[in-house]
Protein backbone atom coordinates (compact mmCIF):
# COMPACT_ATOMS: atom_id res chain seq x y z
CA UNK A 1 0.00 0.00 0.00
CA UNK A 2 3.13 1.95 -0.12
CA UNK A 3 4.71 4.38 2.43
CA UNK A 4 2.76 7.66 3.15
CA UNK A 5 4.33 10.98 1.93
CA UNK A 6 7.61 9.19 1.39
CA UNK A 7 7.44 10.29 -2.62
CA UNK A 8 6.87 14.03 -1.43
CA UNK A 9 9.56 13.92 1.07
CA UNK A 10 11.84 12.83 -1.39
CA UNK A 11 10.52 15.02 -4.42
CA UNK A 12 12.91 17.50 -4.15
CA UNK A 13 15.78 15.05 -4.37
CA UNK A 14 14.49 13.75 -8.10
CA UNK A 15 15.69 15.21 -11.25
CA UNK A 16 13.12 16.70 -14.15
CA UNK A 17 14.42 14.84 -17.48
CA UNK A 18 13.86 13.79 -20.86
CA UNK A 19 12.48 9.92 -20.44
CA UNK A 20 11.94 9.76 -24.46
CA UNK A 21 11.64 11.40 -27.25
CA UNK A 22 9.46 11.69 -30.48
CA UNK A 23 10.21 13.91 -34.19
CA UNK A 24 6.78 15.39 -35.07
CA UNK A 25 8.26 16.09 -38.71
CA UNK A 26 6.82 14.01 -41.50
CA UNK A 27 9.88 11.45 -42.12
CA UNK A 28 9.83 11.12 -38.22
CA UNK A 29 13.58 11.68 -37.96
CA UNK A 30 14.99 13.53 -35.32
CA UNK A 31 18.96 14.09 -34.61
CA UNK A 32 18.07 12.51 -30.84
CA UNK A 33 17.48 9.24 -32.69
CA UNK A 34 20.82 8.14 -32.51
CA UNK A 35 20.71 8.22 -28.35
CA UNK A 36 20.29 5.02 -26.51
CA UNK A 37 16.84 4.32 -25.83
CA UNK A 38 15.14 4.28 -22.04
CA UNK A 39 15.21 1.29 -20.52
CA UNK A 40 12.02 0.51 -18.78
CA UNK A 41 11.01 -2.61 -16.61
CA UNK A 42 7.31 -2.14 -15.81
CA UNK A 43 4.59 -2.63 -12.96
CA UNK A 44 2.23 -4.77 -14.07
CA UNK A 45 -0.45 -3.62 -11.50
CA UNK A 46 0.76 -0.20 -10.99
CA UNK A 47 0.40 -0.33 -14.95
CA UNK A 48 -3.51 -1.53 -14.72
CA UNK A 49 -4.40 0.57 -12.43
CA UNK A 50 -2.73 3.98 -13.98
CA UNK A 51 -4.84 3.70 -17.07
CA UNK A 52 -8.29 2.88 -15.33
CA UNK A 53 -8.23 6.67 -13.56
CA UNK A 54 -6.16 8.06 -16.23
CA UNK A 55 -9.73 6.80 -18.56
CA UNK A 56 -11.70 8.29 -15.92
CA UNK A 57 -9.83 11.43 -15.62
CA UNK A 58 -11.25 12.13 -19.71
CA UNK A 59 -14.31 11.03 -18.99
CA UNK A 60 -17.14 13.27 -19.72
CA UNK A 61 -19.50 11.46 -18.02
CA UNK A 62 -22.50 13.38 -15.45
CA UNK A 63 -21.64 11.02 -12.99
CA UNK A 64 -18.94 8.92 -11.07
CA UNK A 65 -20.46 5.60 -11.73
CA UNK A 66 -20.84 6.43 -15.76
CA UNK A 67 -17.14 7.42 -15.89
CA UNK A 68 -15.79 3.93 -14.72
CA UNK A 69 -14.54 2.53 -17.98
CA UNK A 70 -15.36 -0.50 -19.81
CA UNK A 71 -12.47 -3.71 -19.35
CA UNK A 72 -12.35 -3.05 -23.42
CA UNK A 73 -11.31 0.41 -22.79
CA UNK A 74 -9.05 -0.10 -20.47
CA UNK A 75 -7.29 -3.25 -22.27
CA UNK A 76 -7.64 -0.91 -25.20
CA UNK A 77 -5.61 2.26 -23.54
CA UNK A 78 -2.80 -0.34 -22.36
CA UNK A 79 -1.65 -1.51 -25.21
CA UNK A 80 -1.90 2.32 -27.04
CA UNK A 81 -0.20 3.62 -23.81
CA UNK A 82 2.39 0.45 -24.37
CA UNK A 83 2.89 1.44 -27.63
CA UNK A 84 3.55 5.18 -27.03
CA UNK A 85 6.42 4.56 -24.65
CA UNK A 86 8.05 2.60 -27.80
CA UNK A 87 7.22 5.69 -30.27
CA UNK A 88 9.09 7.94 -27.73
CA UNK A 89 11.86 5.31 -27.68
CA UNK A 90 11.42 3.88 -24.66
CA UNK A 91 12.79 -0.05 -24.79
CA UNK A 92 10.08 -2.21 -22.27
CA UNK A 93 11.74 -5.04 -21.14
CA UNK A 94 9.49 -6.21 -18.74
CA UNK A 95 6.22 -6.17 -17.46
CA UNK A 96 6.02 -8.32 -13.96
CA UNK A 97 2.21 -9.22 -12.17
CA UNK A 98 1.60 -10.50 -8.88
CA UNK A 99 1.45 -14.13 -9.06
CA UNK A 100 1.57 -14.75 -5.12
CA UNK A 101 1.10 -12.84 -2.05
CA UNK A 102 3.55 -13.54 0.64
CA UNK A 103 2.26 -14.47 4.23
CA UNK A 104 3.87 -10.58 5.50
CA UNK A 105 1.35 -9.00 3.12
CA UNK A 106 -1.91 -10.55 3.98
CA UNK A 107 -2.82 -7.82 6.15
CA UNK A 108 -2.42 -5.80 3.84
CA UNK A 109 -4.83 -7.39 1.55
CA UNK A 110 -7.54 -7.57 4.44
CA UNK A 111 -6.89 -4.00 5.03
CA UNK A 112 -7.90 -3.18 1.69
CA UNK A 113 -10.78 -5.33 1.34
CA UNK A 114 -12.24 -3.83 4.32
CA UNK A 115 -11.82 -0.30 3.14
CA UNK A 116 -13.31 -1.48 -0.24
CA UNK A 117 -16.19 -2.60 2.20
CA UNK A 118 -16.73 0.62 3.62
CA UNK A 119 -16.40 2.66 0.98
CA UNK A 120 -19.20 0.66 -0.89
CA UNK A 121 -21.23 1.14 2.26
CA UNK A 122 -20.72 4.88 1.58
CA UNK A 123 -22.09 4.53 -1.66
CA UNK A 124 -25.46 2.88 -0.82
CA UNK A 125 -26.00 5.16 2.18
CA UNK A 126 -25.60 8.11 -0.37
CA UNK A 127 -27.60 6.20 -2.84
CA UNK A 128 -30.04 4.42 -0.91
CA UNK A 129 -32.37 4.16 -3.77
CA UNK A 130 -30.18 3.16 -6.99
CA UNK A 131 -27.97 5.20 -9.21
CA UNK A 132 -29.04 7.02 -12.03
CA UNK A 133 -27.76 6.33 -15.54
CA UNK A 134 -28.22 8.70 -18.59
CA UNK A 135 -30.51 7.41 -21.13
CA UNK A 136 -27.81 8.44 -23.68
CA UNK A 137 -24.55 7.85 -21.86
CA UNK A 138 -21.80 9.92 -23.55
CA UNK A 139 -19.22 8.48 -25.85
CA UNK A 140 -16.10 7.83 -24.62
CA UNK A 141 -13.39 10.69 -25.76
CA UNK A 142 -10.94 9.39 -28.54
CA UNK A 143 -7.36 8.43 -27.19
CA UNK A 144 -4.90 10.43 -27.23
CA UNK A 145 -1.42 10.65 -26.24
CA UNK A 146 -1.60 13.53 -23.59
CA UNK A 147 -4.99 11.81 -21.95
CA UNK A 148 -2.52 8.86 -21.02
CA UNK A 149 0.40 11.09 -20.02
CA UNK A 150 -0.79 14.73 -19.03
CA UNK A 151 -3.32 14.85 -16.36
CA UNK A 152 -5.45 18.24 -17.02
CA UNK A 153 -8.27 17.54 -14.26
CA UNK A 154 -9.03 15.48 -12.04
CA UNK A 155 -11.28 12.44 -11.83
CA UNK A 156 -14.73 11.87 -10.85
CA UNK A 157 -14.33 12.90 -6.73
CA UNK A 158 -16.73 10.13 -5.92
CA UNK A 159 -15.11 7.56 -8.66
CA UNK A 160 -12.12 6.92 -5.72
CA UNK A 161 -14.91 6.24 -3.25
CA UNK A 162 -16.15 3.49 -5.33
CA UNK A 163 -14.08 0.04 -5.30
CA UNK A 164 -12.13 -0.25 -8.23
CA UNK A 165 -13.33 -3.19 -11.09
CA UNK A 166 -13.28 -6.48 -9.11
CA UNK A 167 -11.50 -7.76 -12.51
CA UNK A 168 -9.10 -4.99 -13.88
CA UNK A 169 -5.89 -6.95 -13.28
CA UNK A 170 -6.99 -10.09 -15.76
CA UNK A 171 -8.78 -7.44 -18.16
CA UNK A 172 -5.27 -5.95 -18.38
CA UNK A 173 -3.52 -9.46 -18.94
CA UNK A 174 -6.20 -10.63 -21.46
CA UNK A 175 -5.35 -7.40 -23.70
CA UNK A 176 -1.59 -8.35 -23.13
CA UNK A 177 -2.07 -12.19 -24.34
CA UNK A 178 -2.67 -11.58 -28.00
CA UNK A 179 0.11 -8.85 -28.20
CA UNK A 180 3.75 -8.63 -29.18
CA UNK A 181 3.97 -7.77 -25.56
CA UNK A 182 2.93 -10.77 -24.04
CA UNK A 183 6.62 -12.03 -24.73
CA UNK A 184 8.13 -9.84 -21.74
CA UNK A 185 5.06 -10.09 -19.72
CA UNK A 186 5.43 -12.55 -16.40
CA UNK A 187 3.26 -13.51 -13.47
CA UNK A 188 5.65 -14.13 -10.71
CA UNK A 189 5.68 -16.88 -7.72
CA UNK A 190 5.64 -13.64 -5.88
CA UNK A 191 5.09 -9.65 -5.57
CA UNK A 192 5.75 -7.96 -8.71
CA UNK A 193 7.94 -4.88 -7.36
CA UNK A 194 10.59 -7.03 -5.80
CA UNK A 195 10.49 -8.72 -9.48
CA UNK A 196 10.75 -4.95 -10.75
CA UNK A 197 13.50 -4.36 -8.19
CA UNK A 198 15.86 -7.42 -9.06
CA UNK A 199 15.46 -7.04 -12.86
CA UNK A 200 16.77 -3.60 -12.60
CA UNK A 201 19.57 -3.98 -9.94
CA UNK A 202 20.64 -7.18 -12.44
CA UNK A 203 20.11 -6.08 -16.06
CA UNK A 204 20.13 -1.49 -15.52
CA UNK A 205 17.18 0.64 -16.61
CA UNK A 206 14.22 2.65 -14.76
CA UNK A 207 11.00 1.03 -12.86
CA UNK A 208 8.05 2.85 -13.89
CA UNK A 209 5.45 2.36 -10.87
CA UNK A 210 2.86 3.43 -9.00
CA UNK A 211 3.72 1.68 -5.75
CA UNK A 212 6.56 3.89 -3.16
CA UNK A 213 7.61 0.91 -1.99
CA UNK A 214 10.05 0.92 -5.20
CA UNK A 215 11.95 3.73 -3.64
CA UNK A 216 13.33 1.13 -0.37
CA UNK A 217 14.91 -1.92 -2.72
CA UNK A 218 18.62 -1.70 -3.64
CA UNK A 219 18.04 -1.13 -7.23
CA UNK A 220 21.50 -0.80 -7.97
CA UNK A 221 23.59 2.82 -7.78
CA UNK A 222 23.06 3.61 -11.34
CA UNK A 223 19.22 2.99 -11.68
CA UNK A 224 15.97 5.20 -10.96
CA UNK A 225 12.34 4.71 -10.18
CA UNK A 226 9.66 6.74 -12.22
CA UNK A 227 5.95 7.09 -11.50
CA UNK A 228 3.72 6.94 -13.86
CA UNK A 229 1.80 10.00 -12.78
CA UNK A 230 4.56 11.91 -13.36
CA UNK A 231 5.14 11.18 -17.14
CA UNK A 232 4.47 14.22 -19.27
CA UNK A 233 4.72 15.36 -22.90
CA UNK A 234 6.14 18.23 -23.59
CA UNK A 235 7.78 20.02 -26.52
CA UNK A 236 11.43 20.40 -27.38
CA UNK A 237 13.55 22.67 -29.87
CA UNK A 238 15.67 20.24 -32.09
CA UNK A 239 18.06 20.79 -34.95
CA UNK A 240 15.30 19.35 -37.00
CA UNK A 241 12.40 21.05 -35.84
CA UNK A 242 9.96 20.69 -33.03
CA UNK A 243 9.97 17.07 -31.21
CA UNK A 244 7.73 15.66 -28.66
CA UNK A 245 9.50 14.35 -25.75
CA UNK A 246 8.65 12.36 -22.69
CA UNK A 247 9.80 14.27 -19.51
CA UNK A 248 9.87 12.63 -15.61
CA UNK A 249 10.86 12.98 -12.15
CA UNK A 250 13.74 10.58 -11.94
CA UNK A 251 14.41 9.48 -8.57
CA UNK A 252 18.11 7.69 -8.31
CA UNK A 253 17.43 6.08 -4.99
CA UNK A 254 21.61 5.41 -4.36
CA UNK A 255 22.24 8.78 -5.32
CA UNK A 256 19.36 10.34 -3.03
CA UNK A 257 20.62 8.76 -0.20
CA UNK A 258 24.35 9.33 -0.46
CA UNK A 259 23.23 13.23 -0.81
CA UNK A 260 21.25 12.19 2.36
CA UNK A 261 24.55 11.23 3.74
CA UNK A 262 23.05 7.74 4.03
CA UNK A 263 23.84 4.48 2.63
CA UNK A 264 20.37 3.82 1.71
CA UNK A 265 16.47 4.52 1.83
CA UNK A 266 15.31 2.28 3.92
CA UNK A 267 15.44 3.13 7.64
CA UNK A 268 14.37 6.86 6.39
CA UNK A 269 11.38 4.95 4.89
CA UNK A 270 10.76 3.03 8.29
CA UNK A 271 10.47 5.82 10.09
CA UNK A 272 7.96 7.72 7.68
CA UNK A 273 5.77 4.31 7.53
CA UNK A 274 6.18 3.80 11.53
CA UNK A 275 4.82 7.36 12.06
CA UNK A 276 3.27 9.12 8.52
CA UNK A 277 3.07 12.76 11.06
CA UNK A 278 6.43 13.20 10.72
CA UNK A 279 7.78 15.79 9.04
CA UNK A 280 10.99 15.10 7.11
CA UNK A 281 13.70 16.50 9.37
CA UNK A 282 11.70 14.86 11.95
CA UNK A 283 12.71 11.32 9.87
CA UNK A 284 16.04 12.34 8.53
CA UNK A 285 16.55 13.26 12.71
CA UNK A 286 15.34 9.41 13.81
CA UNK A 287 17.72 8.00 11.05
CA UNK A 288 20.53 9.08 13.66
CA UNK A 289 18.73 7.64 16.75
CA UNK A 290 18.67 4.15 17.69
CA UNK A 291 16.00 1.96 16.27
CA UNK A 292 13.42 1.68 19.22
CA UNK A 293 11.60 -1.48 18.00
CA UNK A 294 14.14 -3.72 16.56
CA UNK A 295 11.86 -6.64 15.28
CA UNK A 296 9.41 -4.46 14.01
CA UNK A 297 12.43 -2.99 12.03
CA UNK A 298 14.05 -6.20 10.92
CA UNK A 299 10.22 -7.15 9.74
CA UNK A 300 10.62 -3.92 7.68
CA UNK A 301 13.87 -4.98 6.27
CA UNK A 302 12.87 -8.39 5.57
CA UNK A 303 9.85 -7.19 3.26
CA UNK A 304 12.25 -5.27 0.72
CA UNK A 305 15.35 -8.11 1.02
CA UNK A 306 14.39 -9.17 -2.37
CA UNK A 307 14.32 -12.54 -1.11
CA UNK A 308 12.32 -14.50 -3.49
CA UNK A 309 9.63 -16.77 -1.80
CA UNK A 310 9.92 -19.56 -4.34
CA UNK A 311 13.77 -19.28 -5.15
CA UNK A 312 14.79 -22.33 -3.49
CA UNK A 313 11.86 -24.41 -4.97
CA UNK A 314 11.15 -26.19 -8.15
CA UNK A 315 8.25 -25.28 -9.57
CA UNK A 316 6.06 -27.16 -11.95
CA UNK A 317 7.04 -26.81 -15.32
CA UNK A 318 3.04 -26.60 -15.86
CA UNK A 319 3.04 -23.60 -13.67
CA UNK A 320 5.87 -22.04 -16.09
CA UNK A 321 3.81 -23.18 -19.37
CA UNK A 322 0.50 -21.89 -18.51
CA UNK A 323 1.30 -18.71 -17.30
CA UNK A 324 2.61 -18.17 -20.96
CA UNK A 325 -1.06 -18.04 -21.41
CA UNK A 326 -1.39 -15.93 -18.13
CA UNK A 327 -3.15 -17.53 -15.00
CA UNK A 328 -5.14 -14.68 -13.48
CA UNK A 329 -3.29 -13.53 -10.53
CA UNK A 330 -5.46 -14.92 -7.70
CA UNK A 331 -5.83 -18.56 -9.61
CA UNK A 332 -1.67 -18.95 -9.47
CA UNK A 333 -1.83 -18.18 -5.96
CA UNK A 334 -3.97 -20.71 -4.89
CA UNK A 335 -2.10 -23.03 -7.34
CA UNK A 336 1.39 -21.90 -5.44
CA UNK A 337 -0.21 -22.88 -2.11
CA UNK A 338 -1.00 -26.26 -3.43
CA UNK A 339 2.65 -26.65 -5.16
CA UNK A 340 4.37 -25.69 -2.16
CA UNK A 341 6.21 -28.62 -0.17
CA UNK A 342 5.07 -26.78 2.84
CA UNK A 343 1.31 -26.74 1.63
CA UNK A 344 -0.10 -25.82 4.71
CA UNK A 345 -3.80 -27.70 5.71
CA UNK A 346 -5.46 -24.83 4.84
CA UNK A 347 -5.54 -22.92 1.29
CA UNK A 348 -6.15 -19.75 1.27
CA UNK A 349 -7.84 -17.47 -1.92
CA UNK A 350 -8.65 -14.46 -1.74
CA UNK A 351 -12.26 -13.83 -4.07
CA UNK A 352 -11.89 -9.99 -5.70
CA UNK A 353 -13.84 -7.54 -4.35
CA UNK A 354 -17.36 -7.43 -6.05
CA UNK A 355 -19.71 -4.17 -5.91
CA UNK A 356 -22.84 -5.89 -4.39
CA UNK A 357 -25.60 -5.10 -2.36
CA UNK A 358 -23.63 -5.07 1.52
CA UNK A 359 -26.91 -5.92 3.32
CA UNK A 360 -27.84 -9.29 1.09
CA UNK A 361 -25.86 -12.43 1.17
CA UNK A 362 -22.34 -11.83 -0.68
CA UNK A 363 -22.54 -12.23 -4.54
CA UNK A 364 -19.77 -15.26 -4.36
CA UNK A 365 -22.51 -17.22 -3.06
CA UNK A 366 -24.45 -18.15 -5.90
CA UNK A 367 -20.89 -19.71 -7.77
CA UNK A 368 -20.14 -21.90 -5.01
CA UNK A 369 -21.02 -24.95 -6.24
CA UNK A 370 -18.51 -23.86 -9.60
CA UNK A 371 -15.45 -23.09 -7.62
CA UNK A 372 -15.66 -25.85 -5.42
CA UNK A 373 -15.64 -28.03 -8.45
CA UNK A 374 -12.61 -26.53 -9.63
CA UNK A 375 -10.67 -25.96 -6.38
CA UNK A 376 -11.82 -30.06 -5.55
CA UNK A 377 -9.91 -30.88 -9.30
CA UNK A 378 -7.12 -28.65 -7.83
CA UNK A 379 -6.67 -29.80 -4.90
CA UNK A 380 -6.89 -33.46 -5.64
CA UNK A 381 -4.03 -33.17 -8.17
CA UNK A 382 -1.56 -30.91 -7.56
CA UNK A 383 -0.28 -32.28 -4.01
CA UNK A 384 3.38 -31.17 -2.91
CA UNK A 385 6.05 -33.65 -4.03
CA UNK A 386 3.41 -36.07 -5.61
CA UNK A 387 2.42 -36.85 -2.60
CA UNK A 388 -1.20 -38.66 -1.95
CA UNK A 389 -2.20 -35.86 1.33
CA UNK A 390 -5.72 -35.45 2.11
CA UNK A 391 -7.47 -32.48 0.08
CA UNK A 392 -6.52 -29.25 2.30
CA UNK A 393 -9.52 -27.15 3.98
CA UNK A 394 -10.62 -24.16 1.45
CA UNK A 395 -10.75 -20.89 3.32
CA UNK A 396 -12.32 -18.14 0.74
CA UNK A 397 -12.27 -14.53 1.76
CA UNK A 398 -14.46 -12.35 1.13
CA UNK A 399 -17.53 -10.12 2.43
CA UNK A 400 -19.96 -11.98 4.84
CA UNK A 401 -22.62 -9.50 5.64
CA UNK A 402 -20.83 -6.05 6.90
CA UNK A 403 -17.11 -7.70 7.12
CA UNK A 404 -14.22 -9.09 5.43
CA UNK A 405 -13.92 -12.95 6.73
CA UNK A 406 -13.13 -16.59 5.81
CA UNK A 407 -15.40 -18.86 4.60
CA UNK A 408 -14.69 -22.74 5.00
CA UNK A 409 -15.04 -24.90 2.17
CA UNK A 410 -14.45 -28.74 2.95
CA UNK A 411 -12.86 -31.04 0.83
CA UNK A 412 -12.73 -35.09 0.62
CA UNK A 413 -10.64 -35.95 3.51
CA UNK A 414 -9.71 -39.05 1.84
CA UNK A 415 -6.60 -40.57 0.82
CA UNK A 416 -7.65 -42.43 -2.16
CA UNK A 417 -6.63 -42.34 -5.90
CA UNK A 418 -7.47 -39.15 -7.36
CA UNK A 419 -10.74 -40.47 -9.22
CA UNK A 420 -12.13 -41.63 -5.61
CA UNK A 421 -11.40 -37.91 -4.70
CA UNK A 422 -13.36 -36.19 -7.05
CA UNK A 423 -17.00 -35.91 -7.05
CA UNK A 424 -17.61 -36.38 -10.60
CA UNK A 425 -21.09 -36.07 -10.39
CA UNK A 426 -20.36 -32.51 -9.40
CA UNK A 427 -18.57 -32.08 -13.02
CA UNK A 428 -21.24 -33.73 -14.72
CA UNK A 429 -23.68 -31.78 -12.92
CA UNK A 430 -22.21 -28.27 -14.30
CA UNK A 431 -21.33 -30.00 -17.78
CA UNK A 432 -25.45 -30.89 -17.97
CA UNK A 433 -26.27 -27.54 -17.10
CA UNK A 434 -23.71 -25.93 -19.15
CA UNK A 435 -24.86 -27.58 -22.52
CA UNK A 436 -28.78 -26.49 -21.22
CA UNK A 437 -27.85 -23.25 -22.35
CA UNK A 438 -26.47 -23.90 -25.90
CA UNK A 439 -28.69 -26.30 -26.55
CA UNK A 440 -31.31 -23.58 -26.01
CA UNK A 441 -29.97 -20.49 -27.45
CA UNK A 442 -27.56 -22.00 -30.20
CA UNK A 443 -27.96 -18.87 -32.66
CA UNK A 444 -26.93 -16.05 -29.66
CA UNK A 445 -23.25 -15.43 -29.03
CA UNK A 446 -21.47 -16.89 -26.42
CA UNK A 447 -21.47 -13.91 -24.51
CA UNK A 448 -25.17 -13.71 -24.37
CA UNK A 449 -25.11 -17.67 -23.74
CA UNK A 450 -22.92 -17.05 -20.37
CA UNK A 451 -24.91 -14.73 -19.33
CA UNK A 452 -28.30 -16.30 -19.54
CA UNK A 453 -26.57 -19.36 -17.43
CA UNK A 454 -25.11 -17.41 -15.33
CA UNK A 455 -29.03 -15.73 -14.76
CA UNK A 456 -30.14 -18.82 -14.61
CA UNK A 457 -27.45 -20.29 -12.32
CA UNK A 458 -28.40 -17.56 -10.02
CA UNK A 459 -32.31 -17.58 -10.06
CA UNK A 460 -31.77 -21.30 -8.88
CA UNK A 461 -29.50 -20.98 -6.16
CA UNK A 462 -32.39 -18.38 -4.91
CA UNK A 463 -35.10 -20.86 -5.20
CA UNK A 464 -32.82 -23.69 -3.82
CA UNK A 465 -32.29 -21.66 -0.93
CA UNK A 466 -35.65 -20.87 -0.03
CA UNK A 467 -35.02 -17.23 -0.85
CA UNK A 468 -36.78 -14.36 -3.24
CA UNK A 469 -35.85 -14.43 -6.39
CA UNK A 470 -34.88 -11.13 -8.73
CA UNK A 471 -37.56 -9.89 -10.49
CA UNK A 472 -38.39 -10.54 -14.08
CA UNK A 473 -37.61 -6.98 -14.53
CA UNK A 474 -34.77 -6.83 -12.86
CA UNK A 475 -33.72 -10.26 -15.21
CA UNK A 476 -34.67 -8.53 -18.51
CA UNK A 477 -32.34 -5.46 -17.81
CA UNK A 478 -29.26 -7.47 -16.62
CA UNK A 479 -29.46 -8.77 -20.34
CA UNK A 480 -29.19 -5.62 -21.81
CA UNK A 481 -27.92 -3.37 -19.83
CA UNK A 482 -29.12 -0.39 -17.17
CA UNK A 483 -28.63 2.83 -19.48
CA UNK A 484 -31.75 5.11 -19.05
CA UNK A 485 -32.80 4.55 -15.47
CA UNK A 486 -32.20 3.89 -11.99
CA UNK A 487 -29.95 1.04 -11.55
CA UNK A 488 -31.74 0.09 -8.06
CA UNK A 489 -29.96 -2.12 -5.64
CA UNK A 490 -31.89 -4.96 -6.88
CA UNK A 491 -30.02 -4.53 -10.36
CA UNK A 492 -26.58 -3.57 -8.94
CA UNK A 493 -26.89 -7.04 -6.51
CA UNK A 494 -27.83 -9.36 -9.29
CA UNK A 495 -25.25 -7.93 -11.78
CA UNK A 496 -22.39 -8.72 -9.19
CA UNK A 497 -24.03 -12.09 -8.78
CA UNK A 498 -23.85 -12.33 -12.71
CA UNK A 499 -20.16 -11.19 -12.68
CA UNK A 500 -19.80 -14.34 -9.84
CA UNK A 501 -20.88 -17.07 -11.83
CA UNK A 502 -18.87 -15.95 -15.03
CA UNK A 503 -15.45 -15.66 -13.62
CA UNK A 504 -15.84 -18.75 -11.53
CA UNK A 505 -16.47 -20.41 -15.00
CA UNK A 506 -13.36 -18.20 -15.89
CA UNK A 507 -11.84 -19.74 -12.93
CA UNK A 508 -12.42 -23.46 -14.05
CA UNK A 509 -11.38 -23.10 -17.49
CA UNK A 510 -7.99 -21.10 -16.36
CA UNK A 511 -7.59 -24.21 -13.82
CA UNK A 512 -8.67 -27.12 -15.97
CA UNK A 513 -6.00 -25.89 -18.53
CA UNK A 514 -3.42 -25.46 -16.23
CA UNK A 515 -4.32 -29.68 -15.21
CA UNK A 516 -3.95 -30.20 -19.33
CA UNK A 517 -0.70 -28.30 -19.57
CA UNK A 518 0.51 -30.81 -16.35
CA UNK A 519 0.06 -33.37 -18.19
CA UNK A 520 -2.40 -35.16 -15.87
CA UNK A 521 -4.57 -37.74 -16.66
CA UNK A 522 -7.34 -35.88 -14.89
CA UNK A 523 -11.05 -37.13 -14.02
CA UNK A 524 -13.74 -38.33 -15.08
CA UNK A 525 -15.52 -35.44 -17.45
CA UNK A 526 -12.67 -33.21 -16.96
CA UNK A 527 -11.57 -33.24 -20.37
CA UNK A 528 -15.56 -32.72 -22.10
CA UNK A 529 -15.94 -29.31 -19.10
CA UNK A 530 -12.58 -28.05 -20.54
CA UNK A 531 -13.89 -28.29 -23.91
CA UNK A 532 -17.62 -26.80 -23.15
CA UNK A 533 -15.61 -24.05 -22.31
CA UNK A 534 -13.38 -23.38 -24.67
CA UNK A 535 -15.27 -20.27 -26.25
CA UNK A 536 -16.13 -18.89 -22.86
CA UNK A 537 -14.70 -15.07 -23.95
CA UNK A 538 -12.24 -12.65 -22.61
CA UNK A 539 -13.32 -10.46 -19.57
CA UNK A 540 -13.69 -7.69 -21.96
CA UNK A 541 -16.57 -9.87 -24.30
CA UNK A 542 -17.63 -11.48 -21.25
CA UNK A 543 -18.31 -8.09 -18.97
CA UNK A 544 -19.34 -5.54 -21.24
CA UNK A 545 -20.33 -2.28 -19.58
CA UNK A 546 -24.57 -1.43 -19.60
CA UNK A 547 -23.61 1.04 -23.01
CA UNK A 548 -21.60 -1.93 -24.60
CA UNK A 549 -23.99 -4.52 -23.51
CA UNK A 550 -27.04 -2.73 -24.60
CA UNK A 551 -25.02 -1.95 -28.18
CA UNK A 552 -24.69 -5.65 -28.42
CA UNK A 553 -28.55 -6.71 -27.60
CA UNK A 554 -29.72 -4.58 -30.22
CA UNK A 555 -27.58 -5.79 -32.49
CA UNK A 556 -28.52 -9.69 -31.81
CA UNK A 557 -32.08 -8.74 -31.43
CA UNK A 558 -32.04 -10.73 -28.24
CA UNK A 559 -35.42 -12.51 -27.29
CA UNK A 560 -35.34 -11.24 -23.71
CA UNK A 561 -39.17 -12.75 -22.95
CA UNK A 562 -37.50 -15.87 -24.07
CA UNK A 563 -34.70 -15.60 -21.78
CA UNK A 564 -36.79 -14.67 -18.96
CA UNK A 565 -39.11 -17.67 -19.05
CA UNK A 566 -35.95 -19.90 -19.26
CA UNK A 567 -34.19 -18.09 -16.71
CA UNK A 568 -37.15 -18.28 -14.15
CA UNK A 569 -37.49 -22.07 -15.41
CA UNK A 570 -35.09 -23.41 -13.27
CA UNK A 571 -35.02 -26.67 -15.47
CA UNK A 572 -33.44 -29.49 -13.41
CA UNK A 573 -33.68 -27.94 -10.12
Same mark, same amino acid.
Given at each position: MGIPRFVGHLHQYSVNATVGHKSTQPDGKSDRDNADPTKVVIDGPGLAYHIYYRLAHISNAPSAVEAIPS *?????????? /?? !?? &? $??????????????????????????????????????????????????????????????????????????????????????????????????????????????????????????????????? *?????????? /?? !?? &? $?????????????????????????????????????????????????????????????????????????????????????????RQLQGFLDPRLSEFILQLSSPARQDETNIYLPFLMDDPSRASAWYVSSFIRQTLYEILASQIPPLHTPLPLPVIMEISRRGFRIYPSVISLSTSTAPVAQRVDVDNIHTLISRLQMRTTSFRTVSPMFRYRIFALSETYRWYIDNLKNPPSRNSIARTMTGFVGSLVEWEDIHLQAQVEAVLYALRMVKQGLGYISAAGKAGVEGQMELENILEDLPPLSGLLPSSMELRGFAEKEKIDIAQVVSYVTEVPGS
Open positions: *YGQIGQAVIA /FL !SE &L $EAYHVQISHIYFDGYLPLHKRHVRLSRLESYLKDLVKVQNKYPNGVGVAESPPQPLPLLSSHLFNSFRSVHGSLRGLPTLPFLVPAVLDALTPTRYASITDIVPGEADTYCAKAAKDHGGMILTSDSDMLV *YDIGDNNAVI /FF !SG &L $EIQEAPDATGVISVLRANIYSTAQIAKRLGLPDLQQLAYHCKVDPTLSFAEARRKVLQPVQDEPLWRRFQEEYSMTLEFDNVALPPSWE
